[in-house]
């Protein structure tokens, strides 16, 4: 069992940045991916970014790509999400989330555990 605790989420203006963590405490981290994923109201959960174990790969999201990054600190349990360039239309709740995603790792149901998430609000 993995449990996942997200943080650094806020209010903040269009364009500016903030960076999301993620601590795991539970079984060995580092054999697990990584992702994030975002629930804006009346949506579905998407999503953002995802980390390979290792950090070998990276994946984004087309609307985030060149604008967020995604990073792991195995030493640390610590994923994170740096996201910069922010617009409204990131206003959403951020998960993070761990698992064994195989080659699909843009659906949530590839994922084994999830954090409760974060808010993050642009205003413009």
């Known amino acids: 069992q993995v449990h996942l605790v997200e943080s650094g989420g806020g209010l903040v203006q269009a364009g500016d940045s903030l960076r999301l963590s993620c601590v795991a405490s539970?079984?060995?981290?580092?054999?697990?991916?990584v992702g994030w994923f975002r629930q804006a109201p009346g949506k579905e959960r998407e999503f953002v970014a995802a980390?390979?174990?290792?950090?070998?790969?990276?994946y984004f999201a087309d609307s985030v790509k060149g604008r967020f990054t995604i990073s792991r600190d195995d030493a640390k349990n610590t994923e994170y999400l740096q996201m910069d360039s922010l617009s409204v239309e990131d206003t959403a709740v951020y998960y993070c989330?761990?698992?064994?995603?195989?080659?699909?790792?843009?659906?949530?149901?590839?994922?084994?555990?999830w954090g409760q998430g974060t808010q993050v609000t642009v205003s413009s």
């Open positions: 539970g079984r060995s981290f580092s054999n697990y991916a």
């Open positions: 980390l390979t174990r290792r950090g070998g790969r990276t």
């Open positions: 989330a761990a698992g064994v995603p195989y080659s699909d790792y843009v659906r949530p149901v590839s994922y084994d555990y």
